[in-house]
């Protein structure tokens, strides 16, 4: 049965064993605002890998710089690129350790394959972009990323029960970068944004002895574990003309 990006299919008691049989992202946005942050060799893998990842295409394409505070790749990277070299490789939070649904990494990254290998294929060439902030961290000095000089950003995170949920990763502004005015997106061309986030990322409510539900904290209270810096992702996915909805089925 097709689902539909708003409304159930059909009531929950009636749904029974059914779930996703194929998930569609299209015209959709993901991003990482759960993080692993009491495993800091994943976190610092992540760092590595966009690292290189970032100074691959710096080699052999170069960035322009957009808005004084995002780097976009002077061209478009091909999609299995992408994939195997980058996506692949990251390290999602477990939406087992996250206490709520988190991004669905295996189904997303099966649906950028299975799109790449249809017989029409789709997302082929993807726009990458660099995310800093206008200006430095006060006594943080701006990083060296992918060859590229960019001021981190800072997320606190919600007090939540398990997992640890920065709430949100994107501005609105950011999800147009690659387009002029009045374009619409392509299907071969999603976006890739990548975020730089400071380690040391406080909350602007100092108080937190006792903090309550989702109230806003620092990034790694209570966290006893080395702190790293994060590398967060977001893909805004174009409308797909191949699988535009869910299917679901038993």
């Known amino acids: ?5 708003n409304l159930n299919v059909t009531s929950p008691n009636k749904m029974g064993a059914a779930q996703n049989v194929k998930s569609s992202f299209s015209e959709t946005l993901n991003q990482t605002i759960w993080f692993p942050l009491d495993k800091p060799e994943i976190l610092r893998a992540n760092y590595l890998l966009g690292n290189k990842f970032l100074e691959s295409i710096n080699r052999e394409v170069g960035f322009n710089k957009i808005n004084d505070r995002i780097y976009l ?33 295996e189904q997303l990254l099966r649906y950028i394959s299975d799109r790449l ?18 200006n430095p961290i006060q006594n943080v000095d701006p990083a060296i990323y992918g060859g590229l000089q960019v001021n981190m950003i800072q997320r606190s995170r919600k007090h939540t029960l398990k997992g640890y949920n920065i709430g949100v990763l994107t501005e609105p502004d950011h ?3 690659d387009m002029k005015d009045g374009a619409s997106k ?12 400071w380690k040391g990322s406080e ?14 904290i620092d990034l790694y209270r209570n966290v006893d574990t080395e702190k790293v810096d994060l590398l967060g992702l977001a893909i805004q996915f174009p409308k797909s003309s191949n699988l535009p909805n869910n299917y679901i089925g038993q």
């Open 175 to 177: 999800l147009f970068v």
């Open 117 to 134: 290998s249809d017989p029409n294929p789709e997302l082929q060439e993807w726009s990458i972009a660099l995310v800093g902030n206008l």
């Open 203 to 216: 909350a602007v409510d100092k108080d937190q002895s006792n903090p309550r539900l989702n109230q806003r």
């Open 73 to 105: 790749a002077k061209q478009k990277i091909p999609g299995f690129t992408v994939l195997n070299d980058f996506l692949n490789r990251y390290g999602f939070a477990d939406r087992e350790d996250t206490g709520g649904p988190g991004m669905d990494s």
């Open 1 to 5: 049965i097709r689902g539909h990006q």
């Open 186 to 197: 392509s299907l071969q061309n999603p976006l890739l944004l990548l975020y730089l986030i």
